[in-house]
């Protein structure tokens, strides 16, 4: 490659970054919402740290009293799971600025929908800003913020005006004195001074290859479903859960006949929550044909699998962790697949034919999809389900497969789980193309 042609290069590679960097992606990041104060700034625990992160800035379609909203938002949304979309610096990685990291939403668990989602369930109508509000941090209270947090964003932002004026002033003096007397084929300075910068984004990107992004997983699974036919030793048959019937097992008392016809009346067909243990590699273990639970949470009795026995005067022994069993955080890579998409066959089960060669998936599969939110009505399930075969069999799908750090599939109860997936045509994500069929259901 001749200088000059690498020049051009380097020019393009540094326009490249400035622009991905400008678009200000997002990434998905597992935490817990703690609170939220009147400004909108949630105090959350994020990698096991106290954290801020800044609510995406609203602009709202009518007059809203600020004190009722704020009110309504405390009293629904309390302590919980949830998982916020970061703005990253292009990397994956989230940044923070001023002290705060920045959301463009957060899906909260409990309530099962995002922020935004709730303020539209309550009735408020606004659209979302387009990019992150990195600035806003100066149209905040001081009230909000502790005197502590104020002296950190005081202190960021000095930092930062005085290294962007020493920046300016360098690049203006050499552009000056120095650029117009460079040869054609030497870098100018400004292009030079990001060589290291441009040089560090290469090699992060060299480590994450194109088709590939991480998340991390957590060595615990929840599963809704209904309670099968509970057994003495622990096992439990014909589990309704996510669209299959599976057999369970969980450990049970150290004392014969402890499982009364009453105790089996109560949690008949009850919807459960439950969690089942993953190995290492992120599968969910599986002892012979069942799979191994750590806990149930019966939704309706509002307790846990100890809770219920300590109800009826039993104690079961603790769940045992093995070598083999996940104990921390599993990190599962995300791998592009293109396919053609061939039916949905459940509302989280579908049919794929893939068209492009991989070690991950055969030519024909039944993968499993996130189902719709909200889901249609119950009597509709049937008509739901045709509709959208109709309407998209046999287009092309850009499907995000899930990778376990041992290099195989991840898979839910025995199938292969599919993080996102696209329609090339019209790059229509997967849950805006059943929103849309649900819709056009109800007009």
Same mark, same amino acid.
């Given at each position: ?20 960097? #400008? ?139 005085? #290294? ?6 360098? #690049? ?23 060589? #290291? ?247």
């Amino acid at each position: 490659m001749t200088k000059f042609k690498y020049l051009l290069f380097l020019i393009y590679l540094v326009l490249f970054t400035t622009s991905v960097y #400008a678009m200000a992606p997002t990434v998905q990041v597992e935490g817990h919402w703690e609170s939220v104060n009147p400004f909108f700034i949630v105090q959350a625990t994020i990698d096991g740290k106290s954290e801020r992160v800044r609510l995406p800035k609203l602009t709202f379609k009518t007059e809203v009293d600020s004190d009722e909203l704020y009110q309504k938002i405390c009293e629904n949304i309390t302590s919980q799971d949830a998982v916020f979309n970061l703005y990253h610096n292009g990397l994956g990685i989230p940044e923070k600025k001023n002290g705060f990291y920045y959301a463009s939403d957060v899906y909260l668990k409990d309530l099962d929908l995002t922020f935004t989602g709730y303020l539209r369930r309550i009735g408020y109508k606004f659209s979302l800003p387009k990019t992150p509000n990195f600035d806003e941090v100066e149209e905040i209270d001081v009230n909000a913020l502790t005197a502590k947090d104020i002296e950190k964003v005081k202190e960021a932002k000095k930092v930062e005006k005085e #290294a962007q004026k020493k920046a300016n002033q360098i #690049a203006a003096l050499r552009s000056a004195t120095v650029l117009d007397v460079l040869p054609k084929t030497v870098l100018p300075p400004k292009i030079r001074n990001e060589q #290291a910068k441009v040089a560090a984004i290469v090699a992060n990107l060299k480590k994450r290859p194109y088709k590939t992004e991480v998340i991390q997983m957590d060595p615990l699974r929840w599963a809704s479903g209904y309670m099968g036919t509970l057994k003495e030793n622990g096992e439990i048959d014909m589990v309704k859960c996510e669209s299959q019937i599976v057999d369970m097992v969980i450990r049970v008392p150290d004392k014969k006949g402890w499982l009364t016809p009453k105790m089996l009346e109560e949690i008949k067909n009850t919807p459960c929550e439950f969690v089942l243990a993953r190995y290492k590699n992120g599968l969910e273990v599986v002892e012979g044909t069942r799979y191994l639970l750590h806990d149930i949470y019966f939704t309706r009795l509002k307790l846990s699998w100890e809770e219920w026995l300590e109800k009826h005067e039993l104690k079961c022994s603790e769940y045992i962790e093995k070598p083999e069993y996940a104990s921390g955080v599993i990190p599962i890579e995300i791998h592009r697949v293109e396919g053609v998409f061939k039916s949905l066959d459940a509302l989280s089960i579908c049919q794929i034919n893939f068209t492009e060669k991989s070690k991950l998936v055969y030519p024909q599969e039944i993968m499993r999809v996130f189902s719709p939110k909200p889901r249609p009505d119950k009597k509709q399930i049937y008509k739901f389900l045709k509709s959208y075969t109709d309407a998209y069999s046999g287009k092309k799908v850009d499907v995000h497969l899930m990778v376990c750090p041992d290099g195989k599939s991840y898979t839910e109860l025995g199938q292969k789980r599919i993080k996102r997936m696209f329609f090339i045509e019209n790059s229509a994500p997967f849950d805006e193309t059943e929103q849309k069929i649900i819709s056009n259901m109800n007009n």
